[in-house]
């Protein structure tokens, strides 16, 4: 069986049944670490690093009161790092031990959660802690999953730079697509080795910084190289391995994203994101489960706009596939002067099948139409096409 035999009904039924044999408390980690809220900032920073936390809770006189997490840190370049975190807390949801676990994957997919805390029943004690981790392993030794093989939702094509290009090169394709670890090949597109955000920070990280953008290199222009700052011992799959091998690897190596070669050059890239979506897609739910995210408190107003563009395409898609659920990230940046560009990535799970596609352009409501219009002509021409992967790549 794979991915696209998930329209069975039935058998997304035994999968959700399959995922929900296990409990909360069967997969939380009671071991977590936790801060205060008149600590300061850095602290929370080197507590991130130690841990490979990035969803912190933070404590009160024992009592839980939110999150500080590293995506929103990274996004307040002028803050200074003496700033106590109580001026940084989130309110994300939290989980409590009776919750199924797809819709723990639904929660942390909606809100872009690396982990979330398990709280007592008045949501006022943690008892414990789900990461991303926890939760893929999941699929180890599910059978329905084993044969779900990576090309079926990996990411592609993917974002990489070249092995000479600079440090500053890898974050500007962080920044414009929302993430925080890109893949580093040579000049014959063969996976060289991974940079992320921790590189960046580790690189950065000096006595003398003083704000989140001294560190983040969003202050300054950063030109190391990525051959010297990048992690070369890469762990990778093959296009057509099963899912429980990138998980494993995932697993055993503690590491967030994989890359996908075929005759050794890089044709896409899996995360635990990619896992944990095709575990909420098992939910029982009588309605899609659309995700938009990113949205500036300027941007909102054109909301309504936006998902009447995805209410017309999604019911284009329904009339092929199943659709179950879809996520939208809009990424914003400056090119020239005030005006604002946007880059929008959607990703699609249709009949347990993944569609990504990436738009870039000026007006947020057509960048957004013509991303949906990409994903319908995807679901098409899938639809259309023999399962290869010649035929999926994009």
């Known amino acids: 069986m794979g991915v696209k035999d998930l329209q069975d009904l039935k058998k997304i039924a035994m999968l959700r049944s399959q995922i929900e044999s296990k409990t909360v408390e069967d997969i939380m980690d009671t071991e977590y670490p936790s801060i205060g809220p008149d600590e300061k900032l850095n602290d929370a920073l080197l ?8 969803d912190i809770p933070v404590v009160d006189d024992g009592e839980y009161i939110g999150t500080i997490c590293y995506g929103s840190i990274l996004k307040k370049k002028s803050i200074a790092l003496d700033s106590r975190v109580r001026n940084l807390i989130n309110t994300p949801p939290v989980i409590t031990k009776d919750m199924g676990l797809t819709k723990v994957a639904e929660i942390m997919i909606l809100n872009n959660l690396r982990q979330v805390p398990v709280v007592n029943s008045n949501k006022k004690k943690i008892i414990g802690c789900i990461g991303r981790m926890q939760m893929i392993d999941l699929v180890i030794g599910i059978k329905a999953f084993k044969d779900v093989k990576v ?40 996976i060289v080795g991974i940079v992320g955000m921790k ?25 190391t190289t990525i051959e010297s700052v990048c992690m070369s011992a890469v762990k990778s799959v093959k296009w057509n391995d099963d899912i429980e091998m990138a998980v494993e690897l995932m697993s055993d190596n503690g ?72 996520s939208i990230n809009v ?15 959607g990703r699609l799970i249709a009949s347990g099948r993944a569609f990504s596609a990436k738009q870039v352009d000026w007006d947020l409501v057509k960048t957004v139409d013509d991303l949906m219009k990409k994903i319908v002509d995807m679901v098409i021409d899938d639809k259309d096409s023999t399962t290869t992967l010649r035929r999926r790549k994009r």
């Not at 090309?151 to 500053?168: A, H, R, Y």
């Not at 704000?211 to 202050?219: A, E, L, R």
């Not at 994101?273 to 941007?299: K, N, P, W």
């Open 47 to 54: 507590l991130m690093k130690d841990t490979g936390y990035q």
């Open 151 to 190: 090309f079926e939702i990996m990411n592609t094509p993917v974002e990489s730079v070249k092995d000479n290009q600079l440090l500053d090169d890898a974050l500007e394709i962080m920044r414009e697509l929302d993430i925080r670890t890109v893949p580093v090949t040579d000049n014959g597109n063969r």
């Open 199 to 223: 590189e960046v920070i580790e690189n950065n990280w000096k006595s003398t910084s003083k704000t989140v953008g001294d560190i983040s290199g969003k202050s300054k222009k950063v030109s």
């Open 255 to 326: 590491i967030s994203t994989v890359p996908v070669t075929e005759d050794d050059k890089l044709v896409g890239i899996i995360t635990q994101y990619d896992i944990i979506e095709l575990i909420s897609a098992c939910r029982e739910r009588q309605y899609l489960f659309i995700q938009l995210s990113g949205l500036d408190d300027e941007d909102k107003a054109l909301a309504p706009s936006i998902y009447d563009t995805i209410k017309d395409e999604v019911e284009k898609i329904n009339k092929m596939v199943l659709p179950e659920s879809l």
């Open 331 to 345: 990424a914003r940046y400056n090119e020239k002067g005030d005006k604002n560009k946007y880059s929008v990535t």
